[in-house]
């Protein structure tokens, strides 16, 4: 499968623990962008790296939030101190440089109880 | 603020029949326009994109319609089948100074094709 993969698929987690999602991206792709969807809505964007280079951030992430994308390869998202708004479906996405068609991830669902 | 719109929340056709997606943007910058499809607990996937200097971009069994004047586009599935159930993301871009484009999606509308 050499599409984008995204770890784990579901997680239930208490308020004010910690999680943090894997993201592992199509191999030849060099951008990689977070979403999140909330139900009724479409996806909304968190953050975007080109290589290992976290280029724009969201002012939807607020500084609970944190992604890195070491070595220019995979990706992961922390939340800390989750908060039961963060309840949401994390998805990731990839894409070539010159290509604007970004292909997602099956997401992580995230609900904080 | 936003900058995508669909209006229909939902829309019902019966197999064989034409589907008519409707999206508006607001944004002059867009540039590029894309569908995407999501099936329940599923990302979305890619469907069907049209560049700003188009009008029309067509692929199988789906269209993509542009008119830039109104800021509206429109994707026809014809005919429609039942496999085509999903919901259907609107997206739009505009470059950014680093040569980055986000996606700004609308909230979707949900297609049901009954046999």
């Known amino acids: 499968d050499t599409g984008v993969s995204q770890n784990p698929r579901h997680k239930i987690t208490k308020r004010g623990q910690n999680v943090t999602f894997r993201c592992d991206p199509i191999?030849?792709?060099?951008?990689l962008y977070w979403y999140r969807q909330t139900l009724g809505q479409g996806p909304e964007f968190l953050t975007y790296f080109q290589n290992e280079a976290q280029l724009e951030k969201s002012r939807l992430l607020s500084d609970r939030f944190s992604a890195e994308r070491p070595k220019g390869s995979f990706s992961t998202l922390e939340i800390q101190r989750t908060e039961q708004g963060d309840s949401a479906m994390y998805l990731c996405?990839?894409?070539?440089?010159?290509?604007?068609?970004?292909?997602f991830g099956q997401g992580t669902r995230l609900t904080v109880v | 603020d936003q900058q995508v719109k669909q209006n229909s929340p939902s829309l019902s056709v019966q197999e064989g029949r034409i589907s008519i997606l409707n999206c508006d943007y607001t944004n002059s910058m867009f540039d590029y326009f894309l569908w995407y499809k999501k099936y329940p607990a599923e990302g979305p996937t890619f469907l069907i994109s049209?560049?700003?200097?188009?009008d029309k971009n067509e692929d199988g069994r789906f269209t993509v319609f542009l008119n830039k004047s109104a800021k509206h586009l429109s994707l026809h599935i014809v005919p429609s089948q039942p496999g085509d159930s999903a919901v259907y993301f609107c997206a739009a871009s505009a470059p950014g100074n680093t040569g980055f484009q986000k996606l700004v999606f609308g909230t979707g509308t949900r297609l049901l094709v009954s046999p």
């Open positions: 996405a990839s894409s070539l440089v010159s290509n604007t068609e970004a292909f």
């Open positions: 049209i560049s700003s200097i188009k």
């Open positions: 191999s030849e792709h060099n951008r």
